[in-house]
């Protein structure tokens, strides 16, 4: 059964700047995404890939067209609009962005602040919870300086999924890591998403990792080249 699409993109431009300064970066973009899938933007940088990832993230206001996110237009959404579909997405960047100044579980924990309904104790227990299925579950306590590249990623992954979010969004997670770590991180995203079954549209420049993908869609010049609508055969 095919499912209802969770993101939908119809006709969708961006403008960088005013006046004479004004810059269209995104055009004519149509695309939908079906809940539980896999996506991964590619193409040179410059191209727009990570400009789409924040629009379809709430984190930047969209200008023209459509931008369905969970049923809600965003497209002209207010500010509060658009915090509420935040609260249901995760995010993984290409820096961890972890704070030093907290342990590994406290980052996790942070991942739940916008949710208020959440008591402390469901907090410790989904974010100790989190890391452990992440591999971490002895590194709780210890800070960021203590913790190889791979194993920060790994928090940043479980913050971006504590909080069971429909929705992951994942610019370059593994362009400050090895081949190993790299591929363990997003074999990582990859289980935890099925297992939840939400939805993840990654960014990457990274071949070695395609193969993870339901889809593959290309971007160039700010424009959708090649947005293939059948699953990947893995090999």
């Known amino acids: 059964m095919v499912s209802k699409p969770i993101i939908s993109i119809y006709n969708l431009n961006h403008y960088f700047g005013y006046g004479t300064l004004r810059k269209q970066v995104l055009f004519n973009i149509n695309l ?3 809940a539980g ?26 200008q023209f067209g459509s931008l369905q996110v969970l049923g809600q237009e965003l497209c002209g959404a207010s500010a509060e609009q658009l915090v509420q579909i935040r609260r249901h997405n995760g995010y993984i960047f290409q820096a961890h962005n972890l704070h030093g100044s907290l342990t590994a579980l ?3 924990k942070m991942g739940l602040e916008l949710h208020q309904h959440i008591d402390p104790q469901e907090m410790q227990i989904r974010s100790t919870g989190m890391l452990e299925q992440v591999g971490l579950g002895n590194r709780l306590h210890y800070y960021p300086d203590k913790l190889s590249g791979g194993q920060k990623q790994r928090v940043a992954i479980a913050r ?14 593994t362009a400050a890591l090895d081949s ?3 591929r363990d991180v ?5 289980r935890l998403a099925k297992e939840r079954h939400c939805t993840i549209l990654m960014v990457t420049h990274d ?29």
Request: glycine fraction near 10%.
């Open 32 to 34: 939908e995404i079906n």
């Open 37 to 62: 899938e896999i996506i991964i933007l590619t193409g040179p940088s410059g191209s727009g890939k990570t400009t789409l990832l924040t629009l379809v993230g709430g984190l930047r206001s969209s």
């Open 106 to 108: 406290q980052n996790v």
């Open 160 to 173: 971006a999924l504590v909080s069971y979010p429909k929705i992951v969004l994942a610019d370059e997670p």
């Open 180 to 182: 190993q770590s790299g």
């Open 186 to 190: 997003v074999n990582l995203m990859q």
């Open 207 to 235: 071949n070695r990792i395609l193969d993870i993908a339901d889809r593959i869609v290309h971007m160039e010049d700010g424009s959708l080249v090649q947005a293939a609508g059948s699953k990947m055969l893995k090999c």
